[in-house]
């Protein structure tokens, strides 16, 4: 199985199958509600490898991911339309679109056995934009 991520801004953000290695998707509503709530969210973690570029390869987009997370709330441009595919088998089980997507929590970790480091993105959907996640899947890549 594998993932991609494609952040598109200012500036495109691509991760694939060798960075990203694991995603997990999360529906926010509130625990104490006897109903379903209209107070709802929708959470992506995304977790993953930062590579060194080695022969002239270039290096990975994680340092863009690492920026993204500095923008401002003033800034329009904090917000971002993410695009993450699930693959298995040349299958894409899902693909997931975030139109309106803001960077909750990101975090670059480094050992010195590990020989490269890790990171850890958190993004959510802008709340007033929920109905535009659009969920598909099922198709050959």
Known sequence: MGFTLKVEGPS????GTISITGVKFRTDIPHDSNARS???GSTVEISGKILTAVDGDPFDATRQLGLWSLVPAEKSDCYRKVTIEVIAASQVVRK???PNAFVV???EDYGDTEGVGTFRLIVKQKKDKMAQIAVEGGYSV
């Open 96 to 98: 997931f679109t975030y």
């Open 38 to 40: 209209t107070d709802l």
């Open 12 to 15: 495109t953000i691509d991760l």
């Open 105 to 107: 929590d990101y975090k």
